[in-house]
């Protein structure tokens, strides 16, 4: 009798699946803005199941500029080819520690913050005038309008499109040289930009 319960019982046992051998490993890359250069590799069951998923990386990474790791880049899956997942930008923001290092005393901080129409949604974007004295209200309120024209002439274009003229193009250095008719301009940053799709 006991030994009729031992066979039963190893019948009656159910057979562990090691979830793990089921899944497959993924490369993440990057969106065209920096060249689709691969940012990860994460494992899958099907590509679907990353839909959704955000990967972030230090611009420094993306760029190979040390000096650009105070920015960080979200990338969110876009597509799958094969075994390679392609992704777009969604949003850049620069360390809140960078932006303290540039505020002293002596100088003020004009903030923006600009919503904007893009291609597919909106873009939210915040940019950090640091003059180098301190600044009038009314030199503030000069150089806010300077910067709302600027990111102005960016509207109806595609979100890439706007984080690669913000991040890698002149826009920064663009900004100082217009600011600098009202005030002396220590550092422009543009502290953090967000792509809302629409619904």
Not at 94 to 114: C, H, M, P, Q, Y
Not at 150 to 161: C, M, R, S
Not at 187 to 196: D, G, R
Request: proline content about 1%.
């Amino acid at each position: 009798m006991a030994e009729k319960k031992g066979a039963k019982g190893a019948k009656g046992r159910r057979k562990t699946v090691d979830k793990w051998k089921k899944k497959s490993w993924y490369t993440i890359v990057s969106s065209k803005t920096f060249s689709k250069k691969p940012l990860c590799e994460t494992p899958a069951e099907k590509a679907h199941h990353l839909e959704g998923r955000t990967f972030k990386v230090t611009l420094d990474r993306l760029t190979g500029q040390r000096m650009r790791r105070d920015v960080s880049v979200y990338f969110k899956y876009d597509g799958v080819q094969g075994q390679t997942i392609s992704t777009k930008v969604s949003k850049f923001e620069v360390t809140k520690a960078t932006l303290g290092r540039l505020i002293r005393r002596r100088n003020s901080k004009v903030a923006s913050f600009i919503k904007l129409g893009v291609v597919g949604g909106d873009a939210r974007v915040s940019v950090v005038v640091v003059t180098g004295r301190k600044a009038t209200q009314r030199q503030k309120t000069s150089i806010r309008a300077i910067t709302d024209k600027e990111i102005e002439t960016l509207k109806g274009k595609d979100f890439e499109a706007v984080v690669d003229e913000l991040l890698l193009g002149k826009f920064a250095g663009n900004l100082a040289k217009k600011a600098a008719k009202i005030c002396i301009i220590k550092k422009v940053v543009v502290s953090k930009a967000t792509f809302t799709q629409a619904k």
